[in-house]
Structure formats: structure tokens, C-alpha cells
């Protein structure tokens, strides 16, 4: 045991460090020492071991340790060491140059995968995406597919009712067919315009006669009646002037015509009481009362002078002064000279403005 010290403290005294108290700072010295250049110990430790198996051959040669302490130290093999530690390094460095390469093409291995397995995950999302898209549109179509039978049912129904609708108009068509020729018979008979006309009602005028084609513009305008139908086949006929029809004339179609006849009657037989009238009412003050076919003249505020206008007027019918009143008490018209007996409703009421009597 004493020769193996004498040996290590020839070579090396690190080896004959004390163990105790500093073991544990020695263990993590060298082991930060290792951490921090493994290199130069790799190269400590072959240096030793070398040495330490030179030491060892040495010693198996030798019969006692005196004689190795009294012989010197042979030198050492001239690049024996070196050139294994050369070869050592040599085969270090190529493997560690063989593990950087592995390195690196495990490396760019891992970034493909890495790629690829991002790829996939996108093609997954869009796959799903897709799935999604194409249980909307499934989903869409078959509400397309509900709303196209729906409205398959309506167009059935609307295709009936418009068939119901067209059989109709068929009958009003022949209908309106049949007023046309009526309404051309009465303008023939009666000078009667048609105007408008639609399920229930129909619109006519009484056309101007011959000699008032260019009448002017001050003239009434022409008679116009309009002719409504209900439901029982019954109409009701209405002008718009009250004296020719005090009532509604209300009878079946089959009247009609004398109805028409009687109210064209009525306006020609004072048509031309009528545009006299119109005329005068833009000189004089006066209210026409066809129902009782009376004429008031407002001479002033508190002066009423009443005309009445007989039947046949102007042909057979004459013109007489009723009364004449001043702020309601009648005033004495003896006085009063009349103007001759075929005289006009002008001619009265001109007397009538200009006379001092009343």
C-alpha cells in the first residue's frame, strides 16, 4: 500500500488528496470543471490513466520496490500515446461530424413532420369547414325543396281561381260587349255619350246639339246621368241636374230605355232655359229652383224679387212676377208696367234692375 502512495505521489499528488470535509467540494469542482470544459478533462484523465497503466506494467515487471525506486524512469514510448490520443480524437471528431449530420437531418425531418402535421391540421379545419358548408346547403336545399312543393300547392290554387276569374270575365266581357252595342243604339236614339262604366255603374252624357256645337265657354255643361246596378238585375238612375229627376228613378233593365227617354226628354224640353240661366247668373244674383220652377232674384240685401217660369218656356211658357219683398214685407207692384208676354227671363230681370219702383 505504502509503494501504490509513494507511486501516485510521484506522478500525480492530486490522486493523494485527503478524503473527508473537501469530498463534497471536490465532487461538484469537478464536476462544474467538467461541465465547463470536458474537453480538457477528457485529456487530464487519458493523460493519467496512461501513466497510471505505464505504472502498473511497470510494477508487475519489478521483484520488490526498492528496485523500482532505485532504477530511473524509462522515457516514454516516442508517439505511442499521442498517436492513439490522435486516433481517439480523429474518431471523435468524425463521429461527432456522423452525429451533427444525423443531427441535422433528424432536424430537417422534424420540421417537414412538423409542416406536414400543420398542413394536415389546416386540411382538417377545411375539411370540417367544408362538412359544415355542405350540411348548410343540404339543409338549405331541402328548405328550397318545402318553399318549391309550397308554392306548387298555391300556383294549383291560384291556376283554379284564375280559371273561376277568367269564366267571369268571359261573362263581363260580353257583358260590356252588349252595353257597347246598347250604349251605340242610345247615342244613335238619344245623343247619349258613354263616358266610363264598370261592374256596377255606367256613366253618360247627353251630347250638344246640332246648333250649339260651338257653344261658349260660359254655357252649362251637358246633362250627364249615371245608371248603377244591383244585384237583383234593378237599377237606379241619377243626373246631375235635381230638376229633371226630383227622385232617383229606381226600375228593372227592361226600363231603362223609357227611363233614359224621359230624363232626355225632360233636359231638352228647358235646355234652353238652362243656358240662360248660366248666362245670367254672371250678371245677376239670382237662384234657380227647378222643382218648383222658380227664379229668385236678390236686387239688393233687403230686396227679393221671385220670377215663376212656366212649363213649354221659352216656346209656350211664360215668364210672371210672384212677389217681390223688401226686408220681408211685400211691395206694391201695381206700378209696375210688365213687359210683353213672349218676353224672356233677361228681359224681366233687367226691367226689374233698372226700374225706381221697387
Known amino acids: 500500500m505504502a509503494e501504490i502512495q509513494t507511486v501516485l505521489q510521484l506522478c500525480d499528488p492530486v490522486l493523494l488528496a485527503p478524503c473527508g470535509e473537501g469530498d463534497e467540494w471536490d465532487s461538484a469542482s469537478r464536476t462544474l470543471l467538467f461541465l465547463q470544459d470536458s474537453r480538457q478533462v477528457q485529456k487530464v484523465l487519458w493523460r493519467q ?61 422534424i420540421q417537414n413532420i412538423i409542416s406536414r402535421r400543420h398542413r394536415a391540421a389546416q386540411l382538417l379545419q377545411q375539411l370540417h369547414a367544408k362538412k359544415q358548408q355542405s350540411e348548410d346547403v343540404e339543409v338549405s336545399l331541402q328548405r328550397a325543396r318545402d318553399a318549391l312543393r309550397a308554392c306548387d300547392g298555391q300556383l294549383t290554387r291560384l291556376r283554379a281561381e284564375l280559371g273561376a276569374e277568367l269564366e267571369r270575365l268571359d261573362g263581363w266581357r260580353c257583358s260590356r260587349d252588349g252595353l257597347k252595342v246598347y250604349a251605340s243604339a242610345v247615342h244613335d236614339v238619344m245623343h247619349l255619350l258613354l263616358l266610363s262604366f264598370n261592374q256596377s255603374e255606367v256613366s253618360l252624357e247627353r251630347a250638344r246639339p246640332p246648333n250649339r256645337g260651338n257653344c261658349s265657354s260660359d254655357e252649362p255643361e251637358p246633362l250627364k246621368v249615371s245608371v248603377t246596378w244591383s244585384h237583383d238585375d234593378r237599377f237606379r238612375l241619377q243626373a246631375d241636374e235635381p230638376g229633371l229627376v226630383p227622385h232617383c228613378i229606381w226600375g228593372r233593365r227592361s226600363e231603362l230605355s223609357a227611363a233614359l227617354l224621359e230624363v232626355t226628354r225632360r233636359h231638352m224640353g228647358q235646355a234652353d232655359l238652362l243656358y240662360e240661366i248660366h248666362r245670367l247668373r254672371s250678371s245677376f244674383a239670382i237662384d234657380w229652383l227647378p222643382a218648383r220652377r222658380l227664379l229668385v232674384y236678390l236686387k239688393s240685401a233687403s230686396l227679393v224679387c221671385r220670377l215663376q217660369v212656366e212649363e213649354g218656356y221659352p216656346g209656350s211658357g211664360a215668364v210672371r212676377l210672384l212677389s217681390v219683398h223688401r226686408d220681408g214685407c211685400p211691395v206694391e207692384t201695381s206700378g209696375l208696367q210688365p213687359p210683353p208676354p213672349d218676353s224672356r227671363v233677361t228681359d224681366w230681370l233687367l226691367l226689374l234692375r233698372h226700374s225706381p219702383l221697387i
Do not use: I
Open 49 to 109: 490513466l496512461f501513466v497510471l497503466d505505464s505504472m502498473m506494467c511497470l510494477l508487475e515487471g519489478l521483484p520488490s520496490a526498492h528496485q523500482l525506486l532505485a532504477q530511473p524512469c524509462p522515457p516514454p514510448p516516442e508517439g505511442a500515446a499521442r498517436g492513439r490520443w490522435k486516433a481517439v480524437k480523429s474518431e471523435s471528431v468524425s463521429g461527432a461530424a456522423h452525429t451533427e449530420a444525423l443531427l441535422t437531418r433528424l432536424h430537417l425531418n
